[in-house]
């Protein structure tokens, strides 16, 4: 069993964190799928979009991802998951949706916990320093380590 992700976000996250996962993982193109709300786009619109990308996964259970809680994004959400075959969970990130994706298979609330440590465990503050055992490069602007 594969449990599609529907992620539900202000324009232009929610394609921008599907294309993200497709650049890591792009076999599960037909298991993620995104819907960028415009401002000003009636809500209605908006879900109507959103029923229809469900069916299009025709996936046995749905985690629908949102960015902002209480904002249009997340309200059209909860009009369109049933608790039971689809669940919401909001505060999307990319840590977040990359360990969904790698527990697609799981039970839909397995999924869900998985979604919550994921996207909180990768919330961290990270040292601007070098660790101790390093020394710090001066910084040369013409250095291409990630050269495309």
Request: glycine share 4%.
């Amino acid at each position: 069993m594969t449990i599609g992700i529907l992620i539900i976000a202000h324009a232009p996250l929610a394609s921008a964190l599907r294309a993200c996962v497709l650049h890591v993982f792009p076999d599960v193109e037909q298991n993620l799928v995104a819907l960028d709300v415009r401002a000003n786009e009636p809500p209605s619109d908006t879900l109507d979009i959103a029923r229809t990308m469900v069916e299009q996964l025709d996936a046995p259970a749905v985690l629908v991802l949102t960015d902002v809680f209480g904002a249009t994004p997340c309200n059209v959400a909860q009009q369109l998951v049933d608790g039971v075959h689809s669940k919401l969970v909001a505060g999307v990130n990319l840590p977040m949706l990359l360990r969904t994706i790698n527990y697609r298979h799981e039970s839909l609330d397995l999924l869900v916990a998985r979604a919550l440590a994921g996207g909180a465990q990768c919330i961290m503050q990270v040292a601007v320093s070098a660790p101790l055992n390093q020394t710090k490069k001066p910084h040369d602007p013409n250095h291409r380590d990630h050269s495309q």
